[in-house]
């Protein structure tokens, strides 16, 4: 079984930075890609980033150029600097883990930009 646990979610103001982490523990094996997912209220998730073990990394439309995704294969972490932040950001971020044995979710991150 995976376990994904995320951290570095809050409150920030309009303009602000936040940093999201997310450890992956448990019987992982071979995985290809790790992610960000986040769906506000009301609304559909949406992909927000994606990395693969070798690094290669894509975005959301509504992301790119303010977030940055990164990844350590040692310990299977990865996280999601997010600059410049806007209050249409504001949503659960929840970490994925895509694996040849299947996907797996963590429970979310709760981010709300707001002045």
């Known amino acids: 079984q995976v376990h994904l646990v995320e951290s570095g979610g809050g409150l920030v103001q309009p303009g602000g930075s936040l940093r999201l982490s997310c450890a992956a523990s448990?019987?992982?094996?071979?995985?290809?890609?790790m992610g960000w997912y986040r769906q506000a209220p009301g609304k559909q998730r949406e992909r927000v980033a994606r990395i693969t073990p070798g690094g290669r990394a894509s975005y959301g439309d509504s992301v790119k150029g303010r977030f940055t995704i990164s990844r350590n294969t040692a310990n299977i972490t990865v996280w999601l600097q997010m600059v410049s932040l806007k209050p249409e950001d504001t949503a659960v971020y929840y970490c994925?883990?895509?694996?040849?044995?299947?996907?797996?979710w963590g429970q979310g991150t709760q981010v709300t930009v707001s002045s």
């Open positions: 994925t883990l895509d694996r040849m044995a299947g996907g797996s």
């Open positions: 448990g019987t992982i094996g071979s995985w290809y890609a």
